[in-house]
Each structure stands twice: as C-alpha cells, then as structure tokens.
C-alpha cells in the first residue's frame, strides 16, 4: 500500500499521528479536487458577472473593506496582502510545527468554501510532500482576523518570495524561495481573486500549535501518572486513596482514570504492599487522582475543540456555490481555541505544580529518607538544587498562565475591535507543556535515587524496568556531581520511553 493519505472531508487525530509519524504523503481526493473547483467556478462567474463590492475579492482589506479595486489589479491585491502581512518577529517556528500548520491549511481549504485554485491547494501539497517549510515566526498574531502575518509567511513561497527550510544532511537549512523553486523547476504563482485572503486568513497558527501540544502531552500525562507512582512507593506512601470504591464516590473520569493507572503501575509493589506506619500521606500523594485526574478531563475538553477546529474552514468571506451566496463573518476568530488553550495550560502547570511538591517531599529527610537523598550530607548537598530548579519553573509557569484570552487590543482602524489573543495562549501553551517535562524529569531523578533507599524491598515490575533502564542513562548519585546533565539526561529518557495508556477512550 501506498504512503499516501489522500485529503478528504474528516481528519481525526488517529490520521494526523500516522501521517506525522510515518511520513506520508498527502494528494487531493477527487471529491475535494471537485468541491475546490466547483468553487472557484462559482467565484470567476460571480466577478465576471457583475460590479458589486465583494470583501476580500475585489476590496481592500480591514478597514479598507469599502475601497474596491479594478478587476485587472486583482491579482497584484493578493499578492500584496502576502507581502503586507508578512511582518512576523520573534523566534523561528519549530519546523514540525509548521508541517502542520501547512498539512491544516491545506485540509480547510480543501471543503471548496474558501474560492482557491486547485493549483495552489496542490501547490502547498508540493511543499508538504517535499518537505519545503517556509519559515515562519511566532510574534505577530492577534488570533483574529485569523493568524494573518504566520500564515502570510507560510503562504509568501508561493509567489517565489520569503524563505523557506530545506532539509540538508546536518538538518533544516535556509533557503531562498526563488532558488529552491528554480531547482524543482516550479513557477510561481500567480494568485487569483480571493486567495491570498483565503490563505492568510484561518486559525492554522493555534491549531498547529494546539496539535503539537496534544501529542506530547498524551505522552507527558502517562509519564506524570507513571512518575508519581515512583515518587509514591519512594516516599512509602498508602495506595488505600487510590481505591476505585473511593473514587466512585466522585465519578469524574479523569480521576477515576489516575487512580486505576497507579493502581496498574504499583500493582505488584513490595513496597506498596508492605504495612505502614503513617495514617496519612501528604495530599500531593493523596490527592493525586483528584489533581491529576483533573487535568486530564482539561485535556478531553482541549482535544475536542481542537478537533473540532482541524476540520473547519476558518478563512473569510466563505463562499456557498450551492446556496449562491458569499457570506463575510467571523470564523477566523481564535476565541474558542484561546480560551481552551489558557485552560490547558493551568492544567498543564498544576501537573507541574503538584510534582514539584512531591519532590519537595522526598528531599525534606522524613519517612526513613536521608535529607535531599544523599548518604552525606554537608559534604554533599545531593539533590537539593534540583528541587529549587523545579520550584523556579513551576513559578515561571503559574506566570504563564495568565490568560491570553481575555486581552483584546483594538486593531485595524477600529474595524477589528476585538481579538482572542489565541496566538499568544498558544505559544504560551508549549512553553507550559516544555517545563513541565523538565519539572518531571527533576521529580524522576528523585525518585528514582529515593527508591533504592528501600532496599530490599521492591517496587513493582514495571517501576523497577523502568529504572534499570535509567540506571543505563543516569547512574545513582553517590558524591555530588554536574546534574545539569542528569537533568537533560532524564529528559531525554522521558522522551524516548513508551508506557501503557490507561483511559485511551479519553486521550488516544
């Protein structure tokens, strides 16, 4: 069979991950191809057909909506609007964020809504399948008219202008667009009515970002479930909170499912099963599935609206050949994915929140453990910095937070009042999703070092594979050393280590 997934009417996530991760290549459909020209069929007749102010097809743009430009400058307009919007600053786009934002772009424009060509929608297939990414930059976007300057960026190599990545044998190298386009003996285009509105205006900026976030974060809330059964059998804790009667009790799903993966992770612990002294554990143990499990329900909420998102036609005007119509309005407008994304974030930052206390738990010299986990102390201060590193990124993070959504600056003349400041909540987002990786990775050191305090007794198959595989990586701390590298070390581990997904109705 084929590498191909062909572009249809419904993209699910279980699509997007396999053309990620096995590299696909993407074509039109032959009902997409049709929509698309059907569509475009529809617009040419419109504007040969008559004189009247269409927004974004023969008018200026924003709050130059009124001002009509002559049939024969058309195509200059469009071209125009790529290179105006085009002022993007800050850092560069990761590239597989923008391999998303094109394979996005191309599935909404693929409805036959948006009035583009064929050959430009095959065009952007070009870049995809050729693994050409523009370069875009992640400063610029207020989330509504859409993400105007990002995607005037992806759209510009399409007129032979801006810049794109070229994959070269020591990674993405910067090109020219003019000189890569001469080597695959492709023209520019000459973008007709409509398209470049069409190509700059849409969410395809948050929602790349969005998706990015969804996958790590699958992997990341199995790794915080995973770690903080570590740190419970470290710290000797009680597995009775995580009794499935209890959380019956409260039915949320997401704590339901957090008790039954510790459960599953611990299920044949000595140390979990061995009796215990203390009545009760600290509530960054106790209240791990109440936490946790609450996160994960954001988590549900944030896949469904950004699901909901990846197969929407989010430009403007839209255009309804069936119903003769064109219809200006506002589904550009980033409101529903800023508002999820500054909730996953909090999400996000409690699981951090909460796995910095526990770390701090370990350290602190109780339940039979040695203070900051080192078998000298004075000499050594052991882990005691890690936990400090940890508690600044929780700190930086619960900045963060704060909500890009409820901020609008006026822009446009007045004619764009107000904005969801999506773009922000979702750079924002990955910054959240990136620290909490590493304040995991701080509470797995930790836990890992404060488990062989245990000894003999062990914790469950699972836990203890885990940890031989570490020990490969990291090797336990005895005298103090440069932990900069452990840190980055068990990261990466993090990162390359698979672990069973409980609740995959909830999060595949």
Not at 243 to 255: E, I, N
Not at 296 to 310: H, L, S
Request: glycine letters at 6%; hydrophobic letters at 40%; one cysteine or more.
């Amino acid at each position: 069979m084929e590498n191909i997934h062909e572009i249809s009417n419904e993209l699910s996530m279980q699509d997007v991950e396999s053309i990620l991760r096995h590299d696909k290549k993407l074509k039109l459909s032959i009902h997409s191809k049709h929509a698309i020209q059907v569509c475009r069929d529809y617009l040419d007749k419109k504007m040969a057909g008559g004189e009247d102010a269409i927004y974004g097809v023969n008018t200026g743009f924003g709050s130059l909506c009124n001002t009509v430009v002559s049939k024969d400058e058309l195509s200059t307009l469009q071209e125009n609007l790529l290179r105006s919007h085009a002022c993007g600053t800050g850092e560069f786009v990761d590239v597989e964020i923008v391999r998303i934002m094109l394979l996005l772009k191309i599935q909404s424009l693929s409805y036959g809504n948006s009035g583009v060509s064929v050959a430009t929608v095959e065009r952007l297939i070009d870049f995809y399948n050729n693994e050409i990414y523009p370069v875009v930059y992640d400063q610029g976007s207020l989330g509504a008219s859409g993400d105007l300057a990002p995607l005037a960026h992806l759209s510009l190599p399409l007129i032979g202008e801006g810049k794109v990545w070229v994959e070269e044998e020591n990674g993405f190298e910067m090109y020219e667009t003019a000189d890569v386009l001469k080597q695959y003996a492709w023209e520019p285009l000459t973008l007709q009515s409509k398209e470049g509105l069409a190509l700059i205006n849409g969410t395809q900026f948050m929602g790349a970002y969005g998706l990015y976030v969804y996958f790590k974060s699958i992997h990341l809330f199995a790794w915080s479930n995973f770690i903080a059964a570590n740190s419970l059998d470290a710290f000797n804790g009680r597995l009775e909170p995580f009794h499935p009667a209890l959380h019956q009790l409260r039915p949320h799903q997401g704590q339901i499912e957090t008790a039954k993966s510790i459960r599953f992770y611990l299920k044949d612990s000595e140390i979990a099963l061995a009796p215990k002294t203390q009545v009760q554990d600290p509530y960054s143990f106790r209240c791990i599935p109440q936490v946790h499990g609450a996160s994960m329900d954001a988590f549900a909420y944030f896949k469904m609206v950004i699901t909901m998102e990846m197969n929407s036609v989010t430009d403007n005007p839209n255009v309804f050949p069936d119903l003769d119509k064109i219809i200006s309005g506002g589904n550009f407008h980033g409101q529903p994915l800023a508002l999820a994304y500054d909730f996953m974030a909090i999400a996000l930052a409690e699981l951090g929140n909460i796995s910095e206390r526990r770390t701090y738990q370990l350290i602190s010299g109780s339940r039979g453990l040695p203070a900051f986990l080192t078998e000298n102390p004075g000499l050594n201060s052991g882990f005691m910095i890690p936990q400090y590193t940890a508690a600044s990124i929780v700190s930086q993070n619960k900045q963060l937070c704060t909500p890009a959504s409820v901020d609008s600056i006026v822009s446009s003349n007045g004619q764009e009042d107000h904005v969801s400041m999506g773009a922000n909540a979702a750079t924002k987002l990955l910054r959240v999703c990136n620290n909490l990786e590493t304040i995991l990775a701080i509470e797995y050191m930790n836990a890992a070092q404060a488990i062989e305090f245990r000894r003999p007794l062990r914790s469950s198959t699972l836990v203890e594979e885990k940890l031989a595989a570490y020990r490969e990586l990291v090797p336990r701390l005895g005298n103090d050393r440069y932990l900069h590298t452990d840190i980055m070390q068990t990261v990466d581990f993090i990162r390359s280590q698979s672990l069973p997904l409980l609740g995959e109705d909830l999060i595949d």
